[in-house]
């Protein structure tokens, strides 16, 4: 747009906006003949999250913004884009794809590759909005390897990444790398920052990821997660009950909650793994509450405390054993097994308290050996 002509847009600008956003167009103005390009930023900024703004800023944005672009904060410059980018008209999304594209090819700089990113994962967003799954996968393919070669970067950039990455996995039914980047995106951002029905629906696909992941057995990092808390007083807080009751391996709360698993497809489609999967939590809770010492337990013993049937417990011990979650071995003649190890995971207040009487019994256990010594020492004993 020619330079001249800009004080004109801006005034008709000005006038087509409601009264209460008019004062930014005098301070466009302002800052733009002062080539305060830092100030103009923040302001344009802070026009563009005006809801009201919406219908006006893909006009601002190409007539005005664009002339000055090169001389601004490139990461700046994408987010302004990306705030039109929904303006775009076309109801196929051709016209935003193109414009995300010209856009990611414009700060395609050694010195921007920051803002690079930013914009390489919207495109890659659109494309997964086409189901274009391979494109997409290959542009956050080069993006991670970009944002690895970064020292620091700014969270927002890192926040997109996992963000889109996420959205990929999950449209792929990838469990296990959806709720890996889900949580990742979320330790980027500020929770407050998002809607309360955002927050609701990103801790039910979680909670769904990890029951149904065959590759998920430990929860911890979820249930530790605020987001958790976002299920309270919806019509799914049975969920967080269900992943607690996974957690200390409770078949009798499943059993409970069994009813609510048709409620979602996915895990109507796993309900035999998510039994699997309970009876596996029970076996490694039934191990974890011994002491050390005392690990070697016949199979019909694992039955009566995991309420597994007995004919399913062989299998249950091997697959823990396949799966890391246990270690140790199985005499099948004489129907044992001896666990020297189990996988750590994040306990209860139930599970804290039992490990306090277990300390409390160790520490008992200490005292009458260091009284037996010193009974036994006499006079050779030193304390």
């Known amino acids: 747009m020619d330079v001249d002509t800009i004080p004109d ?24 003949e002062r080539k305060l390009w830092h100030q103009l930023t923040n302001t344009l900024l802070d026009l563009f999250q005006e809801p009201e703004s919406k219908p006006q800023r893909l006009d601002i944005y190409r007539k005005f913004v664009l002339s000055f672009a090169d001389k601004i904060n490139q990461l700046h410059l994408v987010t302004l884009a990306l705030a039109c980018a929904g303006c775009c008209k076309e109801p196929d999304d051709k016209e935003r794809l193109t414009f995300l594209e010209t856009l990611k090819e414009q700060v395609n700089k050694p010195a921007s590759q920051d803002a690079y990113v930013y914009a390489s994962c919207s495109v890659a ?46 449209a792929k039914l990838e469990f296990a790398p959806y709720y890996k980047s889900a949580l990742l995106y979320l330790a980027c951002i500020d929770l407050d920052d998002l809607a309360k029905q955002e927050r609701a629906r990103i801790a039910y696909d979680l909670s769904i990821a990890a029951l149904v992941s065959d590759s998920i057995y430990n929860f911890g990092e979820l249930l530790l997660h605020p987001i958790l808390e976002s299920l309270g007083n919806t019509p799914h807080a049975w969920l967080c009950d269900l992943l607690f009751a996974f957690n200390r391996g409770d078949l009798a709360a499943y059993d409970v909650l069994a009813g609510n698993i048709s409620k979602n497809r996915l895990l109507e489609e796993h309900k035999f793994f998510l039994y699997e999967k309970i009876s596996l939590s029970a076996l490694t809770e039934t191990v974890f509450r011994r002491p050390p010492h005392d690990r ?24 823990a054993l396949s799966l890391g979650l246990l270690r140790g071995s199985i005499d099948e003649v004489s129907e044992l097994a ?39 020492g006499k006079d050779v004993w030193a304390a």
Not at 12 to 32: I, K
Not at 127 to 140: D, M, S, T, Y
């Open 296 to 319: 070697t337990m016949s199979f019909s013993a694992i039955s009566q405390e995991t309420k597994v049937r007995p004919d399913e417990i062989e299998h249950l011990i091997m697959k």
């Open 9 to 32: 847009f801006l005034a008709e600008q000005r006038d087509a906006v409601p009264d209460d956003l008019q004062h930014y167009f005098l301070s466009f103005e302002d800052f733009w």
């Open 125 to 170: 967003k659109a494309r997964l909005g086409a189901g274009n799954f391979e494109e997409a996968r290959k542009i956050l393919d080069e993006s991670e390897r970009i944002l690895d070669n970064f020292d620091s970067v700014e969270n927002i950039v890192h926040a997109w990444f996992y963000r889109v990455n996420a959205e990929y996995h999950q």
């Open 338 to 376: 001896r666990i020297n190890w189990v996988q750590p995971k994040v306990l209860d207040m139930k599970q804290i308290d039992s490990m306090r009487l277990r300390l409390k019994e160790w520490d008992s256990g200490v005292n009458q050996l260091g009284h037996w010594i010193e009974g036994v």
